[in-house]
């Protein structure tokens, strides 16, 4: 079921959906750290934009809607947006509200034919007849259509019944979504046209390519201003760096200066990427409480590249809106950095601090997982400090890299002293303490450091085993 205009996308979507959750952990792994070493690889922001939303949907409660809906719903895939379904993004809808509308729409709108269309769809899909599947689907969309505007035209001066339209759905923007819904179904045939005259993935807009796409939305604008911003939407699923629509209000102000873009129909396009910044933040802030470490880094990134954008595009000096909001959202990632950054030194301290003999049980280690998140902790405020700027976590990130590189540079010192010098009984956990140790001084010194160390840590094992055996 291909998206507007763009089967190619679709068929990855579906390819990555298919992943089992160990083949998409490792594809993230690889990705994430490919893109941090500033490798240029063509589509890995949207692969991990979905190998994100596989996981997170996969961890979640909500059962998928099935084929019959993903149908009838293909022509709005690429204004969904994947936050919670009382926030507001302008032109976009919540992934997670669709079955909500699904159900209003076959439970009580329209049972009978919604039950006929679902049984004729399977059939059409078991039968692998794509084509009748997705007829089926449009003449769905028609009756559908039809039937809530009836329904929204009959209740537009009964706020009474409005409500009660807002309950059957049971969603809190439930009259906002059907709106939407109702205009791009209205729309699809000109945004699938649009869709197919735009390319399906967009490094960089710039140059020629920014005033092609331009032209193209100034003849929608012309011709239907009732569906513009959804070109603008359609626009920044394309873009591999949403915050690049606002390139667009720029190039029909001819200036950065926010009085200028506010007079241009484009100005709408600054909100959609606040909005989105707002989400992705929220995104990140979700990942690391969860401790799941979706490709934090890489998602860290995109955050610093986005504030880093708009503040580069945009002249936001003056007190404006769109100042302050970027502001409140610098405020938030600061906010939210800051809470785990101070964690890190504190993990650390604890899996290095030296250990009394009596303390440990023979055979003992630390415990891996402990470590593995420890080095997750150090990895992401090494992350932190690649941004600290952007993203207002700069003081923090200094005064706690340096507190770790000392706690390292000091610690791993008596680390080593104590394996040298421990008996057998011990001996398994004071080198499970040197092998984090190592770990931790990879992220932070380098590799050639950490290989250093453990060479270190051979020779300390050894003159330990010849003291045991004299």
């Known amino acids: 079921m291909a998206g507007v205009g763009q089967p190619a996308v679709e068929r990855l979507r579906e390819f990555l959906r298919d992943l089992q959750p160990g083949a998409r952990a490792l ?8 893109m941090l070493r500033g490798e240029d690889m063509a589509g890995a922001e949207l692969i991990l934009i979905e190998l994100r939303r596989c996981m997170r949907a996969n961890q979640s409660k909500s059962r998928r809607i099935g084929d019959h809906a993903r149908l009838f719903f293909s022509p709005i895939e690429p204004f969904l947006v994947d936050d919670g379904p009382d926030h507001k993004h302008r032109g976009r809808i919540a992934r997670s509200a669709l079955e ?11 049972p009978a034919e919604a039950h006929a269309y679902s049984e004729q769809v399977e059939a059409a899909l078991q039968a692998s007849d794509a084509d009748k599947a997705r007829q089926l689907a449009r003449a769905f969309q028609d009756t559908a259509l039809a039937r809530m505007q009836e329904i929204l035209a009959a209740t537009e001066n009964d706020d009474k019944a409005r409500r009660r339209i807002g309950t059957q759905i049971g969603t809190l923007r439930a009259l906002d979504d059907l709106d939407i819904v109702i205009d791009l179904l209205k729309a699809r045939d000109a945004l699938a046209l649009l869709g197919e005259q735009l390319p399906g993935h967009i490094k960089t807009l710039g140059g020629t390519l920014l005033e092609n796409v331009k032209a193209q939305l100034d003849t929608r604008l012309a011709s239907d201003p009732g569906i513009f911003i959804y070109t603008l939407v359609l626009v920044m699923s394309r873009l591999a760096a949403p915050w690049q629509l606002i390139r667009l209000a720029t190039k029909a102000a001819g200036s950065d200066a926010v009085a200028r873009i506010e007079e241009t129909p484009y100005n709408v396009a600054v909100p959609i990427v606040l909005a989105e910044i707002a989400r992705v933040v929220g995104e990140l802030g979700t990942d690391l409480k969860s401790g799941r470490g979706i490709a934090v880094s890489a998602l860290l990134k995109d955050v610093h590249d986005a504030v880093r954008g708009l503040r580069s595009e945009l002249d936001l000096t003056g007190d404006t809106a769109w100042a302050r909001q970027l502001a409140a959202i610098r405020a938030e990632i600061s906010k939210l950095l800051s809470s785990e950054i101070n964690l890190m030194p504190g993990r650390v301290r604890r899996l290095m601090r030296p250990r009394p003999a009596k303390e440990i049980a023979r055979g003992s280690t630390v415990d891996a997982e402990e470590v593995a998140e420890a080095e997750s902790l150090v990895g992401f405020v090494m992350a932190c400090r690649n941004y600290a700027g952007e993203l207002a976590v700069s003081e923090i990130t200094q005064r706690t890299f340096t507190e770790l590189q000392q706690c390292l540079d000091i610690g ?13 009984n011990e001996r398994a956990f004071r080198q499970s303490q040197v092998d984090a140790a190592v770990r931790f001084c990879a992220k932070v010194f380098g590799q050639d450091y950490a290989s250093l160390l453990t060479k270190a840590a051979d020779v300390a094992s050894h003159s330990e085993g010849k003291v045991a055996r004299a």
């Open 412 to 424: 791993t010192k008596t680390l080593l002293d104590a394996l040298r010098n421990c008996g057998d």
């Open 27 to 34: 594809l993230i792994a690889e990705l994430e750290r490919a």
């Open 100 to 110: 909500p509308i699904w159900l209003w729409l076959s439970n009580t709108v329209l």
